[in-house]
């Protein structure tokens, strides 16, 4: 028989139990990812204007604009100058027909009008990339649901608006039974 006392087993549980906390709470935060500071993002200010001067959105999601400008950045080796001559055709084209700025945009050299589509696409669809190699860099703050989301919520599997689960459901009457 095994003689241990009280205080022993009193220790040795609590030990136990310890280790136990500390090994589950080290296994679950490494177990899931950490959502990125919003301290690390370094998007120029350049870029964030020329963003909601296309977008029309005031204040623009930063973490997709950080994606949306590590793609550009990786994609496009003079990226700040073609930012700059783009920003220019939109001062002088501000005030144009929409049918005229769009000739204007036709008929630029490939990269401006490749960084003018890759700014509308990332921002408005959140892709960016070729049609044979789609890049996704957002979902659900793309602009075009900010735009509609008074009266709509992003596409999903579910039947109805986020948490209409919470409320309970309406009673029926006779008339339905």
Request: proline fraction near 7%; include cysteine.
């Amino acid at each position: 028989m095994i003689n241990i006392s009280r205080r022993h087993l009193v220790f040795g549980a609590t030990s136990l139990l310890a280790a136990g906390a500390l090994g589950k709470t080290l296994l679950v935060s490494n177990a899931f990812a950490s959502a990125p500071l919003v301290n690390t993002l370094t998007l120029p200010a350049d870029f964030l204007a020329l963003s909601m001067r296309l977008t029309g959105i005031d204040k623009p999601d930063l973490q997709l604009g950080q994606r949306l400008y590590d793609w550009l950045s990786h994609a496009d080796a003079q990226l700040n100058a073609n930012m700059g001559t783009l920003n220019s055709l939109l001062d002088a084209q501000q005030g144009a027909a929409p049918a005229d700025f769009q000739a204007q945009m036709a008929a630029q050299p490939a990269p401006i009008l490749a960084l003018y589509q890759a700014l509308l696409g990332g921002w408005y669809l959140g892709v960016v990339g070729s049609k044979m190699n789609p890049v996704c860099v957002g979902f659900e703050t793309i602009v075009s649901y900010q735009l509609l989301s008074t009266s709509f919520t992003p596409p999903s599997y579910c039947a109805g608006e986020p948490n209409f689960w919470i409320q309970p459901p309406q009673s029926e009457s006779v008339a339905h039974v």
